[in-house]
T-cell receptor
Framework: KAGVTQTPRYLIKTRGQQVTLSCSPI?????VSWYQQTPGQGLQFLFE???????NKGNFPGRFSGRQFSNSRSEMNVSTLELGDSALYLC??????????????FGPGTRLTVL | AQKITQTQPGMFVQEKEAVTLDCTYD???????LFWYKQPSSGEMIFLIY??????QNATEGRYSLNFQKARKSANLVISASQLGDSAMYFC??????????????FGPGTRLSVLP
């Protein structure tokens, strides 16, 4: 079974631009979560989608948005990029949404650099 | 509020020896799951082991075992017979079981493990 895939793997953008990252979960998984990882802040939760609905959102500004399609693939968008948005963006999928007994499987991440 | 503490920013271990990575957590929810992930320099998070709050026995997965002490809210990862490939960042994470909004994975700051030949 294929794992979680993320595209692109690397991105270089300039301040003020916008970017869209894509995530394809493991087949059959309906929940997709997004995380931002930086050396200073560590792993921070962005949002979670389950069956095309945003179920949960972390403490990030409205410039960060996402969506999930009927095939469970998910995209996240960051508008008006800032230097501080440079990070590794990780996507994780799980079989179900609400459950503590529900491990997440991560993709390889997209490394975004904002110049 | 959920909180995960990993007090060891970095650890060194000799190859073939065992090592324990500490993790303490804070939650008021009686139902929760605890997870350990490994992140090599490539960046991908690799799931290692899971422990549920109601599990009676400590979880084990190959060379990984979880020393779960519920009363102390501790979930330490034990890696036996360390290998050079174990050198990586290790994250402890928790997810509460309440079926409410605001539930998500919370990660600790991580411990960087270096295995010495």
């Amino acid at each position: 079974k294929a794992g979680v895939t993320q595209t692109p793997r690397y991105l270089i953008k300039t301040r003020g631009q916008q970017v869209t990252l894509s995530c394809s979960p493991i087949s059959g998984h309906r929940s997709v979560s997004w995380y931002q990882q930086t050396p200073g802040q560590g792993l921070q939760f962005l949002f979670e989608y389950f069956s095309e609905t945003q179920r949960n959102k972390g403490n990030f500004p409205g410039r960060f948005s996402g969506r999930q399609f009927s095939n469970s693939r998910s995209e996240m968008n960051v508008s008006t990029l800032e230097l501080g948005d440079s990070a590794l963006y990780l996507c994780a999928s799980s079989l179900r949404g609400y459950s503590s007994y529900n491990e997440q499987f991560f993709g390889p991440g997209t490394r975004l650099t904002v110049l | 509020a959920q909180k995960i503490t990993q007090t060891q920013p970095g650890m060194f271990v000799q190859e073939k020896e065992a090592v324990t990575l500490d993790c303490t957590y804070d939650t008021s929810d009686p139902s929760y799951g605890l997870f350990w992930y490994k992140q090599p320099s490539s960046g991908e998070m690799i799931f290692l082991i899971y422990q549920g709050s109601y599990d009676q026995q400590n979880a084990t997965e190959g060379r990984y075992s979880l020393n779960f002490q519920k009363a102390r809210k501790s979930a330490n990862l034990v890696i036996s017979a360390s290998q050079l490939g174990d050198s990586a960042m290790y994250f402890c994470a928790m997810r509460e079981g309440r079926n409410t909004r605001g539930q998500n994975f919370v990660f600790g700051p991580g411990t960087r493990l270096s295995v010495l030949p």
